[in-house]
């Protein structure tokens, strides 16, 4: 089941703060967040692997709460640059079968202002 | 660093045609993966490969057929082009933090195939 995210769409003012939520269903192994510029490829954010874990990386950062179905993303002070949209992913793999998925959440358009 | 290189960045189909999309890699990574990204929606995974000679279908397979030769390339082919396969293609390969298992793959993106089918 693909995770989901919430907002489905933010607008900001530069300076100004946003929280993005990803919620599964599920407990899951880990969170890993993505964000995506216009007519470009995803790049990875930061992954985050146990409950209870927390995550920083300059101003943004991402929690992952005790029972690993939700994570949220912080983006603090936004700036023109963090415009784009935001995937948090998941993926799970049985290693005796085989089998592999990686889902990736319903995403989130950021758009900030001057 | 190239890092992952996906050729080509644009084309243009007509129903019933084929082609191969070609992503190659300079990190030695096990894992690749090709995604499709439609409008407004996130990435699907079509099919995998966790390393040379292996491959393994994702989410949405039907249509698409892949090959790993090499370590270094994943190819995607498209037998019949239909119009529902138009979309925005993305390889990504991947590699362990620590001990195989979930959750430890960060992914590497090329910069995307274009792909309209008439």
């Known amino acids: 089941q693909q995770p989901v995210q919430s907002p489905q769409a933010v607008i900001l003012r530069e300076g100004e703060d946003a929280v993005i939520n990803c919620s599964s269903s599920k407990a899951l192994y880990s969170v890993h967040w993505y964000r995506q510029k216009h007519g470009e490829a995803p790049v990875f954010l930061m992954i985050l692997l146990k409950g209870g874990e927390q995550k920083g990386h300059d101003k943004i950062s991402a929690s992952f709460n005790e029972k690993k179905q939700q994570s949220s993303l912080y983006l603090t002070a936004s700036q023109l640059s963090y415009s784009g949209t935001y995937f948090c992913?998941?993926?799970?793999?049985?290693?005796?079968?085989?089998?592999?998925?990686?889902?990736f959440g319903t995403g989130t358009r950021l758009k900030v202002l001057a | 660093n190239a890092g992952v290189t996906q050729t080509p960045k644009f084309r243009v189909l007509k129903t019933g045609q084929s082609m191969t999309l070609l992503c190659a890699q300079d990190?030695?990574?096990?894992?690749m993966y090709w995604y499709r990204q439609d409008p407004g929606m996130g990435l699907r995974l079509i099919h995998y490969s966790v390393g040379e000679g292996t491959t393994a279908k994702g989410e949405v397979p039907d249509g698409y057929n892949v090959s790993r030769l090499k370590k270094q390339n994943f190819l995607l082919g498209l037998e019949s082009a239909a119009p529902s396969q138009t979309s925005v293609y993305f390889c990504?390969?991947?590699?362990?933090?620590?001990?195989?298992?979930?959750?430890?793959?960060?992914?590497?993106f090329g910069a995307g195939t274009r792909l309209s089918v008439l």
């Open positions: 992913g998941t993926e799970s793999w049985v290693w005796t079968s085989g089998t592999y998925k990686y889902i």
């Open positions: 990504a390969s991947s590699y362990f933090l620590d001990q195989p298992q979930a959750g430890q793959t960060i992914q590497y």
């Open positions: 990190m030695n990574h096990e894992y």
